[in-house]
C-alpha cells in the first residue's frame, strides 16, 4: 500500500539528548514537510524539502536539523538546543510544494523527561 | 508571509444540524485551500480542497465555498453525524511554497 509512515508512534527521550524521528514515503512524492503541533496552535512547519539534496527552514526550525539523502525519507532530529522539544510531529508529502494534497503520517508523540 | 485566520476554535452542534467553519488569509496570490480532518491520535486527512478558479465545490454532505475578493473560504459540513467529531485545519498554499495552516476547530457533534 502507498503511504507515508512515521515510526515510532511515542517516543521517550530524557533531557539534553538528541532524538531522531523517521518519516518515509512511497508514493514518489517531491515535497515533503515536517509540523509540530501543540495543543490549541495548529501545525506550525519546521522544515520542508522540494527535492532531493534540498530542504528550507519553516517559521520554527531552532533546535531541529533535517536532511533530505533520498526521495522517500526525510528525518527529523530534535537537538537539545530545542527548548521545549515534547510535542507531536507530524511528517507530510505531496506531489509539488503547495499546489496538491500533502499526505499525512500518524505522527509521533514525543516526550521528553 | 501568508496568514491564515480560523474561527471558531470549538464548535457544538446538535446532529443532523449544519455546521460552518470560515477561514480568511491575507496573500492574494495563494491559489489553492485544502480543508483537513483529524481525528485523536492520528495525522490530518484531507477532506476537500478548492482552487481559486472555482466558487464553490461539494462533496456529499460537505461543500467549501471561496470568496477571492473577500479573501475568505468556509467549509460547511450538512446534516451532521457524531463520527464529524474531530479537529478541522484550513490551509492557504501557492506553487512552490508551503502550505500556512488555520489554527483548527474543535467540532463536536451531540448524539
Known amino acids: 500500500d502507498g503511504g507515508i509512515t512515521q515510526s515510532p508512534k511515542y517516543l521517550f527521550r530524557k533531557e539534553g539528548q538528541n532524538v531522531t524521528l523517521s518519516c518515509e514515503q512511497n508514493l514518489n512524492h517531491d515535497a515533503m514537510y515536517w509540523y509540530r503541533q501543540d495543543p490549541g496552535q495548529g501545525l506550525r512547519l519546521i522544515y520542508y524539502s522540494q527535492i532531493v539534496n534540498d530542504f528550507q527552514k519553516g517559521d520554527i526550525a531552532e533546535g531541529y536539523s533535517v536532511s533530505r539523502e533520498k526521495k522517500e525519507s526525510f528525518p527529523l532530529t530534535v537537538t537539545s538546543a530545542q527548548k521545549n522539544p515534547t510535542a507531536f510531529y507530524l511528517c507530510a508529502s505531496s506531489i509539488s510544494t503547495g499546489q496538491t494534497e500533502a499526505f499525512f503520517g500518524q505522527g509521533t508523540r514525543l516526550t521528553v523527561v | 508571509g501568508e496568514n491564515v485566520e480560523q474561527h471558531p476554535s470549538t464548535l457544538s452542534v446538535q446532529e443532523g444540524d449544519s455546521a460552518v467553519i470560515k477561514c480568511t488569509y491575507s496573500?492574494?496570490?495563494?491559489?489553492?485551500f485544502p480543508w483537513y480532518k483529524q481525528e485523536l491520535g492520528k495525522g490530518p486527512q484531507l477532506i476537500i480542497d478548492i482552487r481559486s478558479n472555482v466558487g464553490e465545490k461539494k462533496d456529499q454532505r460537505i461543500a467549501v465555498t471561496l470568496n477571492k475578493t473577500a479573501k475568505h473560504f468556509s467549509l460547511h459540513i450538512t446534516e451532521t453525524q457524531p463520527e464529524d467529531s474531530a479537529v478541522y485545519f484550513c490551509?492557504?498554499?501557492?506553487?512552490?511554497?508551503?502550505?500556512?495552516f488555520g489554527t483548527g476547530t474543535s467540532l463536536t457533534v451531540i448524539p
Open positions: 496573500d492574494s496570490a495563494s491559489n489553492y
Open positions: 490551509a492557504a498554499s501557492k506553487p512552490g511554497n508551503q502550505f500556512y
